[in-house]
């Protein structure tokens, strides 16, 4: 690709939350910017909220069908990818703890939190490996690290250390590739998942994802990162 080209990123669930001010500080900083949520309308009204050089697709990241045909779909209007963001996610853990939660709920947290990342990167490495300087960045969480862990948020948790592994794997895969791939904590924000007492803002919550696209050393890869600073996995 012509490296005078605009940037362009990814993100998914970029519709409302941390998201949302991900694709608008992106934006901000010059990238064109593809919004992904699960419904068309959702994707097209945030897009539609931020104006000129957004584009929306509707992607579920829980369901391989859907990726497929968001992929396919893309591929038709563009041909490079230089941001994956992987920022969709839930919190299905209400009320349980390690001992009560069903097969099921763990099961509905991995495939969102954990599984949709590495099926993301995978069906959309092509258009990465076609950016001069690709970077991955997955939207995980405190809770998702070692020290982090918490009995009463078993799939949560579970799904955000196992992401936090996945980042570790694909930054070993793709770094012959020379594609950076880092995990981002955004701390407690005030969005629909962290409810009103979060101490953050959505846009400081988005602040470390985006110095990851834009600003950060490129060789840095693997890590875990919070607050522009590394931190244990
Ligand atoms: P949010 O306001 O609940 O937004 C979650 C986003 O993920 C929505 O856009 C939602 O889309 C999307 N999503 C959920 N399931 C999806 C799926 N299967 N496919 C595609 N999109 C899906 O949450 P948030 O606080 O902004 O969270 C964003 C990320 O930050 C998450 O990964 C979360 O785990 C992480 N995080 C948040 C906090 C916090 O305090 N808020 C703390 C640490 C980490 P729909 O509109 O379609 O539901």
Do not use: H
């Amino acid at each position: 690709m012509d490296s005078q080209q605009t940037k362009r990123a990814l993100v998914t669930g970029g519709n409302r939350g941390i998201g949302f001010a991900i694709s608008k500080g992106l934006l901000a900083a010059g990238y064109e910017v593809i919004i992904t949520a699960r419904s068309l309308e959702g994707a097209q009204q945030a897009a539609s909220k931020l104006g000129d050089g957004v584009m929306s697709i509707a992607l579920d990241v829980s369901d391989d069908d859907s990726i497929e045909t968001a992929a396919k779909k893309l591929t038709q209007d563009i041909d490079y990818l230089d941001v994956l963001v992987n920022n969709a996610g839930i919190y299905p853990d209400k009320n349980i703890d390690v001992l009560t939660i069903s097969r099921d709920v763990l099961e509905t947290a991995l495939q969102t939190n954990t599984l949709g990342v590495i099926q993301m990167v995978q069906r959309f490495l092509p258009l990465l490996e076609a950016s001069p300087e690709a970077r991955v960045i997955n939207v995980s969480s405190g809770m998702g690290s070692l020290n982090g862990l918490t009995n009463t948020a078993p799939s949560y948790c579970l799904s955000k250390l196992a992401l936090n592994g996945a980042t570790i794997m694909l930054s070993q895969s793709l770094q012959s590739k020379g594609i950076a791939v880092n995990s981002v904590g955004p701390g407690w924000v005030k969005t629909d998942m962290g409810g009103s007492s979060a101490p953050r803002t959505p846009e400081q919550g988005a602040d470390t994802v985006i110095w990851l696209a834009t600003e950060a050393p490129y060789k840095e890869t693997g890590k875990f990162w919070r607050d522009r600073a590394i931190i244990s996995f």
